[in-house]
């Protein structure tokens, strides 16, 4: 039987490790918070999940 077991609490840690919040991504872009946010809205960054008013 496969396993179908779905996490509530918190992702494995494959999955966390690749997780960024906005501040990391505008360090590793050398860009300003504002300027992540722009990019999410105009689709160029790829990937983003929003969490509430959140990215």
Not at 21 to 40: F, Q, W
Request: charged share 25%; net charge positive.
């Amino acid at each position: 039987m496969k396993n179908t077991h779905t996490w509530r609490t918190s992702p494995p840690l494959g999955i966390a490790e690749q997780l960024l919040n906005t501040d990391e991504v505008a360090t590793l872009l050398r860009v300003s918070r504002k300027a992540v946010y722009c990019m999410v809205d105009r689709g160029e960054i790829p990937g983003v999940t929003k969490l509430g008013r959140r990215l």
